[in-house]
């Protein structure tokens, strides 16, 4: 479950060129787009839900910190981190105690968790969907549905469910790959403009002494 986890991070975040489709799921993208674009910072926490072939599930719990400008990000599980400075990038498996380094990568076509807010504008069509009627704790919302299929057929997933609200923000995304697994990342939490510590975005070496350091790079 946890290279599905990896897997998910990495699939869901790319950008690019928005592709050709449906006008109405375009018109929605773009508001979503310009909604994000305008953040320089932010900070979300989130909720995980994998779900294998055999409907067997796994759920973790994060947080997620992002300084556009400078390209950092940094993303915290219970279980892995993910950490990059804008040059580098500090990928912490916490369960065999493992570091890998690898060089950041700013191909605005290159997938990666610095572009998660608009991986929908790159190599997708695109069309909106019925309404979704969302209920919690007696509140009911009205989530808007555009579905995703790459251009690419060599990707290893072959349809994305982007779930909307009412102020132009992602409430969730649902990757469904073609090993008959499924993905959803729910944003809980979004704060915007705050201002980060240095170290948020560095690794710090000494807190992971009895790990093993795999430089990639």
Known sequence: MKKLLLALIYTIVTIGAIGQTDPAAKKMLNEVSKRYDSYKTIRSEFDLTVQDAEKKSYNSSGTMYFNKPKKQYAIRLPEQEIISDGNTIWNISKDIKEVQITNAEHDDNTIGPNNLFSFYKNGYKYVSMSDDKLTKNGTSETLRVVELSPIDTKTNYFKIKLRINK????????????????????????YLGQKFADSTFSFTKDKYKDYEIVDLR
């Not at 995304?173 to 809980?188: A, E, L, M």
């Open 167 to 190: 102020n132009n923000h992602i409430h969730d995304v649902t990757i469904f790959d073609k090993s008959g697994n499924r993905f959803t990342y729910t944003i809980k939490t979004l």
